[in-house]
């Protein structure tokens, strides 16, 4: 019994599970086995050996640098500056942007203690110090730390002479982008504007 508790422990873990959903889940896998839990089982663990994080962005992928920064197709002068890799996917869905990604890996936030050397600001400046962009789009999410971390960011990127814009108002206020519709991601992106 206690495997089963510790599978309920750590599926409570995951977004939208508390500790009823997780026990819910855990019975279901339970009692189907072979179409269900050792299917997810092995699913997890090639996953877990598989995946890596971009040197380059911090995007998620089989290989490094990711199939994003490797793509011919896409504008490599623009980039677009995400906190979670939950936020460069929503954009991809919408089938509009064609530059490259960078991956905060969070958002500055003084109560959780949270700080530029916290997230892959570094990274960023070093990417925009070498001349590689022409313009950096801020696509944090406008609730007050993201607006925190895109004011940090746009006073950090002053220097570099790369045009700095920010997602229009198609976002609403203290909306986050891995919630919002394909359109209106598409539109805040088309009517993004200068800082």
């Known amino acids: 019994m206690r495997e089963v508790e510790h ?53 998620i992928d089989t290989i490094d640098p990711c199939a994003v920064c490797t793509d011919p197709e896409r504008d490599a002068t623009i980039v677009c500056v995400v906190e979670d890799v939950a936020d460069l996917w929503a954009l991809e869905r919408t089938g509009t942007f064609s530059g490259r990604y960078h991956v905060l890996g969070g958002r500055l ?29 801020l696509a944090t999410n406008l609730t007050v730390d993201g607006q925190t971390t895109a004011h940090y960011l746009t006073d950090r990127l002053a220097h570099s002479g790369v045009a700095v814009t920010r997602l229009a108002h198609g976002v609403p206020v203290g909306g986050e982008l891995d919630y919002l519709d394909d359109g209106t991601l598409t539109a805040a992106l088309r009517a993004r504007r200068p800082l």
Do not use: Y
Not at 18 to 24: K, L, M, Q, V
Not at 124 to 135: C, Q, T, W
């Open 7 to 59: 599978l309920i422990q750590l599926l409570s873990r995951l977004p939208g599970l508390g500790p009823r959903s997780a026990r819910r889940a855990a019975l279901h896998l339970i009692r189907k086995p072979e179409t269900l839990m050792d299917p997810l089982a092995r699913a997890l663990g090639e996953a877990a050996a598989a995946i890596r994080t971009c040197g380059a962005c911090g995007n």
């Open 109 to 137: 936030s003084a109560l959780d203690g949270i700080g530029p050397e916290d997230l892959n600001i570094a990274g960023l400046i070093a990417r925009a110090d070498a001349g590689a962009f022409s313009e950096v789009i």
